[in-house]
């Protein structure tokens, strides 16, 4: 690099309000970190390049040139993890003369919007490494991990595409001779076994496999479903080259399948619970898978944001949320706000049949309290919960990164883990459950340097995961307001 580009790095680093050097000091902070019984005040906190180096409650010496930020009145937490995201399109896209432009600058910003509401650490459960890539690519990004998402053919969610663009999309897709669908001439089915499949996507890096148990939403429940011979298989093979095993399953029955699966994550809350439905109290047969889940130890990601996502779509005014100005460009919230933008939100409210929209409401506030009292009982129980968003679930323009990370923890609370509870599960939990927990989660000397620092209590208030000062990652302090939408 010659002397004008060393200069021109230089100058972009100093006006992204971005601050790095090799040193970072924060001074006289109260520290928050989930392992401590209690915060550690007037802590001092010495970072070099990317790593915490030293935690402590006097004064630490720094070498000439560090950089220093008086922490004083304010709150260090480690950076928040979001283990259910897709960063791979824009919410609600739908094809226009706009789309492309749209979707360009959606996904330019996209890391920017995740960092606005501190969250540090993304994990997608993806079925391709192509956005993986991409999202990778941008300056200011979370550290984003990968999940490899292996559907069958002719199942959930490959079930809407032809089958000639899933073949050709789906890198990780898993054929069951059981779908009775005849493959393109020459196809080579040895590479779409689990096993095959699985391996492939620990050589890309992936963390996890995740497969999909479910059979129809709402009146379908006739789609082809992966075996239980294949899912065993899945499970050896995940087993044999260190991933976890996740699922989608979100109704009773579908948890129970993952349970005898003997899956390690379930990436959905409970909101369906069949026969069940509108019981005022939680029914023995669902608290046996229950107690089977917090016996077995799983991962249990509730996804209010699903449920949320789509009541949301169909209340007027919805958008005028001031924090999505923050993370959604004006052109792409005039587009979700035009007939054009609006369309899913028609599939929605055409899925019940034209009901009145209090009567709508009133069912899916049935399946959203049926989903919070199935994580009151895990949590009762003791079951680490996690955070996770699944943004976006569905095309679903209320569902943004990181605003809808946010309203997850908004209703983690809402439905009953405290305070400490709730910072748990967008940290530590996390970081344990996915096996990265050597690196991130709480604030110790050795970990990665994903921090935020808040002008409010976390244990105080969950507002205080709307007050970030600064976002800190791997050692680079920015201010929170440049990472908002220009």
Not at 380 to 407: C, H, N, R
Not at 446 to 475: E, M, R, S
């Amino acid at each position: 690099m010659n002397y004008k580009r060393k200069l021109l790095s230089i100058l972009l680093i100093m006006t992204s309000g971005v601050s790095f050097a090799a040193e970072l000091l924060i001074e006289n902070v109260t520290l928050i970190s989930p392992e401590r019984k209690q915060p550690l005040e007037h802590a001092y906190i010495r970072i070099v390049d990317d790593k915490i180096i030293e935690v402590s409650t006097s004064p630490l010496v720094v070498k000439k040139g560090s950089i220093k930020i008086n922490g004083a009145g304010q709150f260090l937490i480690p950076g928040l993890m979001d283990s259910h995201v897709h960063v791979s399109s824009m919410p609600g896209l739908a094809d226009s003369p706009e789309s492309a432009q749209l979707k360009d600058e959606f996904l330019q910003q996209q890391p920017k919007s995740y960092l606005y509401f501190g969250v540090t650490q993304l994990l997608d459960p993806s079925q391709y490494t192509g956005a993986i890539d991409k999202f990778n690519q941008s300056e200011q990004k979370p550290d984003l991990f990968h999940c490899g998402a292996a559907p069958i053919l002719g199942g959930y969610p490959t079930l809407w595409a032809d089958e000639e663009t899933t073949l050709r999309n789906k890198r990780y897709l898993i054929l069951d001779p059981n779908t009775k669908i005849a493959l393109p001439e020459g196809y080579d089915l040895s590479q779409h076994t689990p096993e095959a499949v699985v391996q492939r996507m620990a050589r890309d890096g992936a963390i996890c496999v995740k497969v999909f148990i479910e059979d129809g939403f709402g009146h379908n429940n006739d789609w082809p479903m992966i075996s239980t011979k294949l899912l065993k298989r899945v499970r050896v093979a995940a087993t044999k080259h260190g991933l976890l095993m996740s699922a989608h399953a979100n109704a009773y029955d579908m948890q129970k399948i993952a349970v005898q699966a003997d899956v390690d994550v379930i990436t959905h809350g409970m909101w369906n619970w069949l026969e069940f439905n509108e019981q005022p109290e939680l029914p023995n047969e669902i608290r046996t898978v229950l107690d089977k889940i917090v016996s077995k130890n799983m991962v249990f990601q509730p996804t209010f944001s699903v449920m949320d996502g789509l009541k949301s779509i169909t209340v007027p005014g919805v958008m005028n949320d001031p924090l999505y100005k923050k993370v959604v460009s004006t052109q792409a919230l005039q587009w979700y706000q035009s007939k054009a933008g609006q369309w899913f939100k028609e599939i929605v409210l055409g899925n019940y049949d034209n009901m009145p929209l209090a009567k709508i409401h009133q069912n899916q506030n049935g399946k959203i309290s049926q989903g919070e009292r199935v994580v009151q009982y895990l949590n009762e129980q003791g079951l680490p919960i996690v955070l996770a968003s699944d943004t976006p679930s569905a095309p679903l323009y209320v569902s943004q990164p990181g605003y809808s990370t946010f309203k997850e923890l908004q209703h983690l609370f809402k439905a009953g883990l405290n305070y400490k509870e709730v910072l748990a599960a967008a940290t530590i939990n996390n970081a344990k459950a996915f096996g990265l927990a050597e690196k991130y989660g709480s604030i110790e000397p050795g970990k990665i340097a994903n921090l935020l620092l808040l002008n409010k209590n976390p244990l105080h208030t969950i507002d205080a995961y709307n007050a970030i000062d600064k976002v800190i990652v791997k050692g680079r302090a920015i201010d929170r307001e440049s990472l908002a939408v220009k």
